[in-house]
């Protein structure tokens, strides 16, 4: 049984456990070993985001120092698979070795979706779940990593699901991490419209893939519409009813 080791979002850690939890059985249900390292921590991404450069690289040494000896690391988060691949090499390039084991330690670590299509060849995970569905393509995934098809890809290979179109499913939820909290009335805003899209569409269940997103579009919903869905992939691939 092939190893592969966890890199669980801190957002996933303190907020949404759910997901690092169905991360783990959707693993074990392909057959791999999921390892998680208790003393990872945060990967930087917020202090890289207000200009913590002191921190930030403090966090890339330690991630680094945690997962050097690791085969495959696997995360739920594709905004957080970015900042390891590809700004702690920038982060560290004045210290060749570090920036060097940067490089190497990025080489080896995928967001789910893409670790699951790309590196596995899995396009099924056996799921069921009869409903109508939407994506939204979060900003960094598709952007940064160019994550797209391979989520939407697992999500129509669940038995009883139909995929909806979702008018503009690229554009940003409004989360941006620092962002919604800095301009928390633009933030609003922009989850106000991207929820609007959702329930336009009449699909049941929003799904994304990105835990922030996760946290901005769910919290909006219950609040204003409680009665509407949105999920994690992880969680929704789990399903079986």
Known sequence: MKTVSLFIP????????????????????????????????CCGQPAISTGRTI????????????????????????SCVYTVKYEYPELLKNDPILCRQAEEIGKRTFELSQFMVDVLGVNST??????QAVFHES???????????????????????????LTEADVCC???GAFSVQFPEISEAIVEQKVRHFIDSEADVLILSEPGCLLNLD????LKHPDKKAMHLAEFLCRTG
Do not use: W
């Open 10 to 41: 801190c957002l996933v850690d303190l907020f949404l456990p759910r997901i690092g939890e169905a991360t783990i059985e959707l693993l074990r249900h392909l057959g791999l070993a999921p390892v998680y390292h208790e003393t990872q921590t």
């Open 55 to 78: 921190q930030a690289v403090r966090a890339a040494r330690h991630f680094i120092d945690v997962f050097k000896n690791d085969e495959i690391i696997v995360c739920p988060s594709g």
């Open 126 to 131: 056996g799921a069921s779940f009869h409903c």
């Open 139 to 165: 900003c960094k995934n598709l952007r940064r990593l160019g994550i797209s098809e391979q989520p939407k890809k697992l999500i129509e290979n669940v038995s009883g699901t139909m995929l909806l179109p």
């Open 174 to 176: 409004g989360f941006g």
């Open 219 to 222: 919290g909006y919903l219950k």
